[in-house]
């Protein structure tokens, strides 16, 4: 018999959660007597504990006790507790999203551990700089610090720290999809789990499995871990974890298509997180809810998404803000009311600008500063060389003393000297004209190509403040805004990654990789552009062909060439892609041909350098001169090679070459070649 109200699918999750409670080992539920005769902390640990305590709570409070605990370090010149602290401080700066401030205090704190040989220690602050850049998004960055983190506790047999490092490993993989390596990581972290006492780790790892299975479609066994997890931290200091798991059982049951039993979770957990006082978890569970009732009831959606946003502003979680004030923004949208909606957007953009954007403005300082160095040291080897050759004339004079044949042989010498000198002066001269080139056109770039789209911006939001304005004019306005914005975004984005790959290098990773694949992803990202102006793209491309290179190097040069032909492609107009292989050379030519505008003569010579200067697209697109110049440099670092050839009026045809083979055992997906023609 079934009470009124009580599904099947609730009777069957209390049953595993009564299951689970009587069949968890009993050794996890007791106090080793050992833990009864630990030595008292000490000042600083106390310190540190109370940070932890208030790190999400009270930020500011967090930050005194930060400001005690270095004082004591200091005093009692304690380098192991001064890097516990100073980890702890780059932890509110993550939570707060000033992840720069974050790196810098995990990277002392990481040489602080390393100058008293703290690998323990080492290998915890490595974890955190993984977790910045998963955070960011860098994935492979965020497994590198994973992996270094892994052979440091391996180092020390710490099998906590390996779990932890397994853990988030699995979380880097997740993040980019990869299911299968993702829970082979986790499997090895559970079976450390099964061998030590239950920790805050056990719960990451049950939250972390029952994601991956729901993601794989794997529900019932997505179910046996979450549910597992909620038994297991029933105790007051594991509530945290619990209502992180109810949320994530929520999710199971929304995806099941059971959005009530979803939201009674969902409320259950944010009443939890409310009695516990837990901001964090509160955040997420508001998050979770406004989700749940976006489909059912937008006002109540509404209603979360504020409740989330005053939380958040009452901690001074400015990027927590941001995110409800874009989902709020969203709703309104969705109901029709585009006013509030563009004032919850202004209010977004504004407090990003205010917060997030100076992050930006710091890194374009910073590419100036590094130019400045760049100057200086040029002159310091200027000096250096000066200096040198006024060495040689004092030896050329004193050897005049001895005898002429000795003064022959010095001059002989010195003359030797002064070409080999003058020679590195010369180059010395070069290269700090170069780096002139490469600041006039990084503030050319700031100058035209963003202050252009700010103008924009501004007048846009200048008309939109008119009583008068038609909603249907408003709208397009509305959307006006939000394009030019994010094109000044990608402006920033690029201009930034060029600045690094200036000063750092291009970074390597090659491999080999089918190229059909990659060039249908790259269509479907552009597939809304093409269709908006009718252009037909057909991608003629072998599917058998293997190229040896950076993926992601190809996907950005692919994305570029396709984009531009697009850009300057009219209505109507085609888009071709081709490959060919040569056996002998054993290198592939990959070609872009489109029947746009083409390009002048005079500009071809100077298309992939730095004197190209960006031009609208048929429909008034901008861009900047940086895609093609950082294309060009891709395709250099895979030892290939790029060029183009153009009629104006006729359409412009851009190929690049990489070593490659062909595969003989690819099978063609006729339906998914045709659909990709057709878009």
């Not at 700031?446 to 846009?460: K, Q």
């Amino acid at each position: 018999m079934v009470l009124p109200g009580i599904t099947m699918a609730k009777c069957g999750f209390i049953l595993l959660l009564i299951i689970s409670l009587f069949t968890a080992p009993l050794t996890r539920a007791q106090v080793p007597a050992a833990a009864k005769l630990t030595k008292p902390l000490s000042q600083i640990e106390k310190y540190n504990k109370l940070i932890s305590l208030y790190r999400y709570e009270n930020p500011d409070s967090a930050l005194f006790y930060v400001s005690k605990g270095l004082d004591l370090a200091k005093t009692n010149s304690d380098t192991a507790g001064k890097a516990m602290i100073i980890n702890q401080l780059g932890m509110i700066n993550d939570n707060r999203g000033q992840f720069v401030e974050s790196q810098n205090n995990y990277h002392e704190a990481y040489n602080l551990y390393k100058s008293v040989g703290q690998t323990k220690g080492m290998a915890t602050v490595t974890i955190r700089l993984g977790v910045v850049e998963l955070r960011k998004g860098n994935y492979d960055k965020a497994i590198a610090f994973f992996l270094q983190a892994l052979q440091l506790s391996e180092s020390i047999k710490d099998p906590m720290g390996i779990m932890e490092a397994n853990i988030t490993l699995g979380e880097g993989y997740m993040g980019q999809h990869k299911y299968d390596t993702a829970l082979h990581y986790l499997k090895i972290a559970e079976r450390i789990n099964n061998t030590i006492p239950l920790s805050n780790l056990t719960f990451n790892l049950f939250n972390d499995i029952g994601v991956i299975y729901r993601e794989t479609g794997l529900l019932e066994e997505a179910k046996d871990y979450l549910v597992k997890g909620i038994s297991l931290s029933n105790a007051q200091q594991y509530q945290g974890h619990n209502i992180t798991l109810t949320n994530a059982l929520a999710t199971i049951y929304a995806k099941e298509g059971n959005t009530e039993y979803s939201i009674i979770l969902q409320k259950q957990a944010l009443k939890k997180s409310i009695q516990i006082h837990n901001y964090i978890r509160q955040l997420q569970t508001l998050n979770g809810l406004a989700g749940s009732y976006e489909k059912i009831n937008v006002d109540s959606s509404l209603n979360y998404l504020y409740m989330a946003k005053t939380l958040a502003e009452g901690r001074q979680g400015y990027k927590q803000v941001i995110d409800a004030l874009q989902g709020i923004s969203e709703l309104y949208a969705k109901k029709g009311d585009y006013k509030a909606a563009l004032d919850a957007k202004n209010e977004e953009y504004n407090l990003a600008d205010k917060y997030f954007y100076k992050e930006m403005s710091k890194q374009v300082t910073s590419l100036q500063s590094d130019y400045e160095l760049s100057k200086s040291r040029a002159k310091v080897q200027e000096l250096r060389y000066i200096n040198i050759h006024q060495a040689l004339q004092h030896k050329i004079i004193m050897a005049v003393a001895i005898g002429a044949v000795l003064v022959l042989l010095v001059i002989g010498y010195s003359n030797y000297r002064t070409r080999s000198l003058n020679k590195k002066l010369r180059n010395a001269n070069a290269n700090l004209d170069e780096s002139n080139q490469l600041k006039d056109k990084l503030f050319s770039i700031l100058g035209h190509d963003l202050r252009s789209p700010f103008v924009s911006v501004i007048n846009l939001l200048e008309l939109i403040d008119d009583e008068d304005l038609p909603g249907e004019t408003r709208k397009e306005m509305v959307t006006e805004l939000s394009t030019t914005s994010k094109a000044a975004l990608e402006t920033l984005t690029g201009l930034l990654k060029w600045g690094e790959m200036q000063i750092k290098g291009v970074r390597l990773n090659r491999h080999e990789f089918a190229v059909k694949p990659v060039i249908e992803r790259v269509l479907l990202l552009l597939a809304g552009a093409a269709n908006y102006k009718r252009i037909v793209i057909k991608n003629n491309a072998c599917n058998n062909l293997i190229l040896l290179a950076d993926k992601d190097h190809v996907e950005f040069v692919l994305r570029n060439l396709i984009s531009n032909a697009i850009k300057f492609t009219g209505v109507g107009g085609q888009v071709t892609i081709k490959s060919a292989f040569d056996e002998h050379t054993g290198v592939a030519t990959i070609t872009v041909e489109d029947t746009g505008v083409g390009i002048a003569p005079d500009r071809l010579n100077s298309i992939f350098s730095l004197k190209n200067i960006s031009s609208n697209g048929t429909y008034n697109e901008k861009g900047t001169s940086l895609g093609l110049l950082m294309s060009k440099e891709f395709i250099d670092a895979n030892e290939g090679s790029i060029t183009v050839s153009s009629v104006p009026g006729s359409g412009s045809t851009f190929s690049f070459t990489l070593k490659a083979t062909v595969a003989q055992d690819v099978v063609v997906d006729s339906e998914k070649q045709k659909s990709v023609n057709q878009s």
